[in-house]
């Protein structure tokens, strides 16, 4: 997952994609990067590192015009925390193009050989962003055939991406004396919203920001118009003028479930979707399937794990009718377990990062809830504090469904070997993480609990809990090929990443493991 802004401003646009980046720093930790235009000119500073120790003053008066784009980057499997794959990346033909990309592609090696042999294109890192800049500067090489580019021949572009890309994506990208372009994948997997702020500038006109989330709209004061629809692109010219179409031939809109359940801000609304009400739902249905399946078990308090899975906490306690309390205390100067390179790391950041309160365990029996367990690491670690706090029974709740499939649009999850639910039912869980019961909200109840806040969705991307890939491609010999080179690249760049992630700030979401 990363973070991506578009702007288009009547004033000098570099402290808006700023601060649009800060507000999006969850979803990226490892590299971030501004590019702004000013006329034909690209001005670029991006670097590893979060987005308030990337630039500094003298790199913000670099960044010069009245349009841009930035990214915050957190990589996928197998990649290492390498400057070079910092985004956004730039190839000066045809036109002069610069993209930053959230999602990740299931056909990249296709792609690279077709780039190759094909299109006579070079691509200098193992980056499926890369790849997709190439992909899109070939189309529209192809599609303006030497003329000057309009809308039309934009969007032909576009649509040619959308027929050879295969994955979850969406883009930003800049067209040197062109616009701002904007697009999402077939299928809708990952998030993008655009918005629009009457400008009291030069005269006044209206301004444009598309962004990953809708919070860094309501940040910058930009009014949310709508969802970039899936297949959909987004054009707003030099001169402000804005264009969109349809690119895709059957596009359907298919969110990927897990930005509700943990990726995605808490007061963002992705595709119409509330996600603190859907939190909120979630713990409901977890806290009634608890009732309906364990009458006789005795919670004295429920325990949230800071601090996505806060909202779900709040509604398992009022369902059960027990105490909620705060029993952890949150090191907001360390950097998030989940994006972690290695175990032994992982491991050692947990009681770094939370410290427990004996008074809310000792001689109780908890019920520990956060929002989905992964490798289980952390769940083991947390486990084992309150036990040490003299807890009587631990019982260790998820607000989403077992995590039993790689994930392949982005999370950092792809190695099966790495899920501690891929082979193993509740009970084996339990026994893994040391709690004395594990308790699983049903994929079911989730899907239904997301989809009462904008019914007009049907489907989700799930694969994460069902090992359906929606947009096709992925095979056994596919995910065992990510599992290897997500071996090999933490081992290359575990060693650099430690001193990067050491000294990151924690912006206060989960702590999943």
Known sequence: MCGIVGIVSKSPVNQLLYDGLTVLQHRGQDAAGIVTADGRTFHMHKDKGLVRDVFRTRDMRGLTGNMGIAHCRYPTAGSAASAAESQPFYVNSPFGIVLGHNGNLVNTAELQRELFQDDLRH?????????????????????????????????????????????????????????????????????????????????????????????????????????????????????????????????????????????????????????????ALMGRSLAEKIKREHPDIEIDVVIPIPDTSRPSAVEVAQVLGVKYREGFIKNRYIGRTFIMPGQEERKKSVRQKLNAMAIEFKGKNVLLVDDSIVRGTTSKEIVQMARDCGANKVYFASAAPPVRFPNVYGIDMPSRSELIAANRDAGQIAEAIGADAVFYQDLSDLIADVRACNPHITRFDASCFDGDYVTGGVSAEYLAGIEANRTEGETAGQNERHALHANQLDLGFSTVD
């Open 123 to 279: 691509v200098n890192t193992n980056s499926d962003s890369e790849v997709l800049l190439n992909v899109l500067a070939h189309e529209l090489t192809q599609s303006a055939r030497g003329q000057r580019l309009d809308p039309d021949a934009i969007f032909t572009a576009v649509a040619g991406v959308h027929r050879r890309a295969r994955g979850a994506y969406a883009i930003v990208a800049m067209i040197a004396g062109y616009g701002l372009l904007a697009f999402r994948d077939p299928h809708g997997i990952r998030p993008l919203i655009i918005g629009k702020h009457e400008s009291g500038e030069d005269g006044g006109g209206v301004e444009f920001m598309v962004a990953s989330e809708s919070v860094a709209l309501d940040t910058l004061n930009f009014e949310i118009m709508r969802d970039v629809a899936p297949g959909e692109a987004i054009l707003i010219d030099t001169s402000g003028n804005f264009f969109s179409r349809q690119c895709a031939e059957n596009p359907t809109l298919n969110p990927c479930i897990f930005e509700y359940v943990y990726l995605a801000r808490p007061d963002s609304v992705i595709d119409g979707i509330s996600v603190y009400e859907t939190r």
